[in-house]
């Protein structure tokens, strides 16, 4: 991680501040001294700072239930930030995990571990994201097939990567994508002459959404580490 990273994960400082510690020759790294913010340092490494060795809080990984008429944004807007339900300590410091849109609810990632996020969110990763999805129009039996082979979306050049659908009743199935484009189950549906009128992801991974609405939890170790 960057210095100026781990100074921020270690102290109180903000990251203009451990900069500003750092360019000033404040922060050694194993005996010597660091004045680039962007230095790569390694757990095992020796940071001191202010006569004492600095130690990174450990990363955070949590699951919400994410209600609707909340934004998948760190601040409030035209609805209230989903961090409004999360009273955790520095819940700046958390990113969100593939967002959802504001009239969707259900399973949301947070972490601070940009690496893990990255591990979840990258295309090359088909992470498949499993949503409940209720229609206007009762399902058509052969929308199962066109999600299998790909649909044509608006404004993108290639179609949708495989998806798999399973029929609940008349107007709810089940849809498992394993891409992230923007509205991705809404387009889908408008490709297929349908509308989306519920949205709700029950699904990331192998990760069920195991909380309360509104609530959270931390994941745990095993949990965590099955995105690596
Ligand atoms: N697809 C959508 O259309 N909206 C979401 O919030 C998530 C997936």
Same mark, same amino acid.
């Given at each position: 991680?960057?210095? @100026?990273? $781990?100074?921020?994960?270690?102290? =109180?400082?903000?990251?203009?501040?451990?900069?500003?510690? +750092?360019?000033?020759?404040?922060?050694?790294?194993? @005996?010597?001294?660091?004045?680039?913010?962007? $230095?790569?340092?390694? =757990?095992?490494?020796?940071?001191?700072?202010?006569?004492?060795?600095?130690?990174?809080?450990?990363?955070?990984? +949590?699951?919400?239930?994410?209600?609707?008429?909340?934004?998948?944004?760190?601040? @409030?807007?035209?609805?209230?930030?989903?961090?409004?339900?999360?009273?955790?300590?520095?819940?700046?410091?958390?990113?969100?995990?593939?967002?959802?849109?504001?009239?969707?609810?259900?399973?949301?990632?947070?972490?601070? @571990?940009?690496?893990?996020?990255?591990?979840?969110?990258?295309?090359?990763?088909?992470?498949?994201?499993?949503?409940?999805?209720?229609?206007?129009?009762?399902?058509?039996?052969?929308?199962?097939?066109?999600?299998?082979?790909?649909?044509?979306?608006?404004? =993108?050049?290639?179609?949708?990567?495989?998806?798999?659908?399973?029929?609940?009743?008349?107007?709810?199935?089940?849809?498992? +994508?394993?891409?992230?484009?923007?509205?991705?189950?809404?387009?889908?549906?408008?490709?297929?002459?349908?509308?989306?009128?519920?949205?709700?992801?029950?699904?990331?991974?192998?990760?069920?959404?195991?909380?309360?609405?509104?609530?959270?939890?931390?994941?745990?170790?095993? =949990?965590?580490?099955?995105?690596?």
């Amino acid at each position: 991680m960057r210095l @100026d990273k $781990f100074l921020c994960k270690s102290t =109180e400082l903000t990251r203009i501040a451990a900069t500003q510690c +750092i360019e000033l020759g404040e922060v050694s790294v194993n @005996d010597n001294v660091i004045t680039e913010a962007r $230095f790569q340092v390694h =757990e095992n490494n020796c940071v001191v700072w202010q006569g004492e060795r600095l130690v990174a809080r450990r990363s955070r990984y +949590i699951m919400l239930h994410k209600p609707v008429d909340t934004l998948s944004s760190n601040v @409030d807007g035209d609805y209230p930030s989903l961090f409004r339900c999360i009273d955790v300590d520095r819940a700046d410091d958390l990113h969100i995990v593939g967002r959802l849109d504001a009239d969707t609810s259900g399973l949301v990632l947070l972490t601070d @571990d940009g690496r893990w996020s990255f591990e979840i969110i990258r295309p090359e990763k088909q992470c498949p994201k499993t949503y409940r999805v209720t229609l206007r129009d009762p399902i058509s039996d052969d929308v199962a097939a066109k999600f299998l082979v790909g649909v044509q979306l608006q404004n =993108e050049a290639q179609l949708t990567a495989p998806a798999e659908l399973t029929r609940v009743t008349e107007k709810e199935v089940l849809l498992t +994508i394993t891409e992230g484009k923007y509205h991705q189950v809404k387009r889908m549906f408008a490709a297929v002459g349908n509308r989306v009128n519920g949205l709700h992801r029950e699904q990331i991974g192998s990760l069920q959404l195991d909380v309360e609405l509104a609530q959270w939890r931390y994941l745990t170790a095993d =949990e965590v580490a099955k995105f690596l």
